[in-house]
């Protein structure tokens, strides 16, 4: 059974840091894609971080130069550092793992972690 979970969201003042984690069981975590999305209620769901098996890193201009994304592939794990915050920050932020092989395609959800910025 495939698990995404995530943790270390919550309430930060705007100018604050948190720093999410991704902890993911039931696949080879390195041949995966990790990525960071955001999503309110009511808006689109954003891209907000990837980072490839091969440590490819794509952030959106959004968040370019305040957060970063890492991947610790012997814990199975990737990371959203988040700083500078700002109440636009404010969403339920959701990991997703996702794998293409000449067979297909499998992608996976986490259940999400809200993260709150107070201006």
């Known amino acids: 059974q495939v698990q995404l979970v995530e943790s270390g969201g919550g309430l930060v003042q705007a100018g604050g840091s948190l720093r999410l984690s991704c902890a993911a069981s039931?696949?080879?975590?390195?041949?995966?894609?990790m990525v960071w999305y955001r999503q309110a209620p009511g808006k689109q769901r954003e891209l907000v971080a990837g980072i490839t098996s091969g440590g490819v890193i794509n952030l959106s201009d959004s968040v370019k130069g305040r957060f970063t994304i890492s991947r610790d592939n012997a814990k199975n794990t990737v990371y959203l550092q988040m700083n500078s915050l700002k109440a636009e920050d404010t969403d339920v932020y959701v990991c997703?793992?996702?794998?293409?092989?000449?067979?297909?395609?499998?992608?996976?959800w986490g259940q999400g972690s809200q993260v709150t910025v107070s201006s």
């Open positions: 039931g696949i080879t975590f390195s041949d995966y894609t």
């Open positions: 997703n793992a996702y794998y293409c092989s000449a067979s297909g395609c499998s992608e996976y």
